[in-house]
T-cell receptor
Framework: ETGVTQTPRHLVMGMTNKKSLKCEQH?????MYWYKQSAKKPLELMFV???????ENNSVPSRFSPECPNSSHLFLHLHTLQPEDSALYLC???????????FGQGTRLTVV | GQQLNQSPQSMFIQEGEDVSMNCTSS?????WLWYKQDPGEGPVLLIA?????ELTSNGRLTAQFGITRKDSFLNISASIPSDVGIYFC???????????FGTGTSLTVIP
């Protein structure tokens, strides 16, 4: 069992759809993150949760809505996305905020 | 945000050769991380560095925290085909929690 598990691995959605990405960590970590990875660009930090509380939102559009019900689970709710939102979305966790992060395998999102 | 420059952007080497890559910034960092990402997968942490001048190894991989605190280096000795992938550096500013990532070095190993 991997430390950080993301589902689904691949997702194709229309611009009017609503979908959710799920992340679960089995490492006993206190902090969880969402990153966006686009081609030829550095990983972009989207959201940070520490002990279930959102501590960072890096000016992410409201069509992305995170949810952290407990320290082991993190969701990213998606609605009315744009084609430019197509990317690899990576979830990560760390022992505490600011420590080295361990990543999941990512969800490859395509918006059509 | 902070910009980390990774060099080279891509490398094509023969199996068995040694590899060197680096990551530089205009800012001072207090932590450097090196990750490897295989196609279709998430980044995997290879090495973490916490002190200027620190030299840390993980098998055939060796990474160093630059003395100036503005750079870090990763070396791979005796490369093998499974070393293929994209290598990312990540740095954490002295004054914050966030890690900033480089754009990656793509490594191709020719058997």
């Amino acid at each position: 069992e991997t430390g950080v598990t993301q589902t689904p691995r691949h997702l194709v959605m229309g611009m009017t759809n609503k979908k959710s990405l799920k992340c679960e960590q089995h490492l006993g970590h206190n902090a969880m993150y969402w990153y966006k990875q686009s081609a030829k660009k550095p990983l972009e930090l989207m959201f940070v949760y520490n002990f279930k509380e959102q501590t960072e939102n890096n000016s992410v559009p409201s069509r992305f809505s995170p949810e952290c019900p407990n320290s082991s689970h993190l969701f990213l709710h998606l609605h009315t996305l744009q084609p430019e939102d197509s990317a690899l979305y990576l979830c990560a966790s760390s022992q505490d905020q600011g420590r080295e992060a361990f990543f999941g395998q990512g969800t490859r999102l395509t918006v059509v | 945000g902070q910009q980390l420059n990774q060099s080279p952007q891509s490398m094509f080497i023969q199996e068995g050769e040694d590899v060197s890559m680096n990551c530089t910034s205009s800012s001072i960092f207090n932590t450097w991380l090196w990750y490897k990402q295989d196609p279709g997968e998430g980044p995997v942490l290879l090495i973490a560095l916490y002190k200027a001048g620190e030299l840390t190894s993980n098998g055939r991989l060796t990474a160093q925290f630059g003395i100036t605190r503005k750079d870090s280096f990763l070396n791979i000795s005796a490369s093998i085909p499974s070393d293929v992938g994209i290598y990312f550096c990540a740095g954490q500013l002295y004054t914050g929690n966030q890690f900033y990532f480089g754009t990656g070095t793509s490594l191709t190993v020719i058997p």
